[in-house]
């Protein structure tokens, strides 16, 4: 079975700062997919990135890139130039690329942005 | 209107009530997941469903039930609920792999 483990239960940086958040995975399988998520106080899940591991070319999205490291099962996540709008919870997620499409989710870390 | 709608938004319920939470989507997929999300576990997977007729247990159905009556629907019932089902609960789509999820905007349930 897939894990996922996400070391860090909060963080808090200045606005503007950078920040990275750790994920580490464990699977047996070659070919899957990584995400992370972000959830404000809203409460509603949003994609921030995903990365398809075949891909050796890390994702990057705006302000929010990620370090995809295979071989030692490492997917963090960096956001640069934070913003007040980042604060939220963020999960890191695991998916085979076969079968059911089951997502495999950290335990979250809560991210904190002070003006 | 949302892409994935859940209802209720909160809900209190009393030890021993059945429930029902629904989820209905308008995103054509045929792929819905039930997730609870309870602080320190992240979200684990309590039950998915390809179509209709294929319902499938994830790693904590314990407790639950669900019915997908039509592509569209899909309901999570607790028979009879306890309190350390207390957490946030999420319905979810999906079209094909590597694209992620599109979640509803969850369903907040007390048992007291």
């Known amino acids: 079975a897939q894990t996922v483990t996400q070391s860090q239960p909060e963080m808090s940086v200045q606005e503007a700062e950078t920040v990275t958040l750790s994920c580490t995975y464990d699977?047996?399988?070659?070919?899957?997919?990584l995400f992370w998520y972000k959830q404000p106080p809203s409460r509603q899940m949003i994609l921030v990135i995903r990365q398809e591991a075949y891909k050796q070319q890390n994702a990057t999205e705006n302000r929010f890139s990620v370090n995809f490291q295979k071989a030692a099962k490492s997917f963090s996540l960096k956001i640069s130039d934070s913003q007040l709008g980042d604060t939220a919870m963020y999960f890191c997620?695991?998916?085979?690329?076969?079968?059911?499409?089951?997502?495999?989710f950290g335990q979250g870390t809560r991210l904190t942005i002070n003006p | 209107d949302a892409d994935v709608t859940q209802t209720p938004r909160n809900r209190i319920t009393k030890t021993g009530k059945r429930i029902m939470l629904e989820c209905s989507q308008t995103k054509g997929h045929d792929r819905m997941y039930w997730y609870r999300q309870d602080p320190g576990l992240g979200l684990r997977l309590i039950y998915y469903?390809?179509?209709?007729?294929?319902?499938n247990k994830g790693e904590i159905s314990d407790g639950y039930s669900v019915s997908r009556q039509a592509q569209a629907k899909f309901s999570l019932s607790l028979e009879s609920a306890i309190p350390n089902q207390t957490a946030l609960y999420f319905c979810?789509?999906?079209?094909?792999?590597?694209?992620?999820?599109?979640f509803g905007s969850g369903t907040r349930l007390t048992v007291v």
């Open positions: 699977t047996s399988e070659n070919n899957y997919y």
């Open positions: 997620a695991f998916m085979k690329r076969r079968g059911a499409q089951k997502l495999v």
């Open positions: 979810a789509t999906s079209e094909r792999p590597g694209q992620g999820y599109t």
């Open positions: 469903s390809f179509d209709v007729k294929d319902i």
